[in-house]
């Protein structure tokens, strides 16, 4: 599956490849749409729990970065990622893991720098 990225680009951040609006979005709108995906009976760093009990992976959703207070939201029904607020162009796209995620696989340090950051996330 190739989907085009446009008006969203990948970009080495800290914590490795990440996901960056090219354009503005605005509360509301769907900034990735993950239909097809592969689904995986073991969660790992890069899969999103559902609430069947299995994992989804999707190589642009795996690229969303983790914020304690994100710009996205998952719907996992629509199979969406819905902006939360307004996102300008060159702002990470990020969602909040802990919204889906059980247990983590990957157990990480939060560097979203958010003043109300959990720190330690999983
Ligand atoms: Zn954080």
């Known amino acids: 599956m190739n ?10 951040d800290a914590t490795g490849q990440a996901l ?3 354009r503005t979005y605005r509360p509301g709108e769907i ?6 995906v592969e689904w995986r009976p073991k969660r790992d760093r890069y899969t999103v729990e559902h609430p069947s009990g299995l994992h989804l992976y ?8 983790h914020s ?6 998952i719907d996992l029904q629509g199979r969406v990622l ?6 300008a162009a060159g702002e990470p796209i990020s969602f909040d893991y802990q919204t889906t995620e059980r247990r983590f696989a990957h157990p ?5 720098g958010f003043s109300g950051c959990r720190g330690r996330i999983g």
């Open 82 to 87: 819905v902006a939360l607020k307004t996102i």
């Open 3 to 12: 989907r085009r990225l446009s008006p969203l680009f990948l970009k080495e």
């Open 108 to 112: 990480f340090d939060c560097l979203c």
């Open 58 to 65: 999707d190589q642009v959703l795996a690229s969303v970065s």
């Open 68 to 73: 304690c207070d994100p710009n996205c939201q």
């Open 20 to 22: 960056f609006a090219s």
């Open 31 to 36: 900034v990735v749409d993950f239909v097809e």
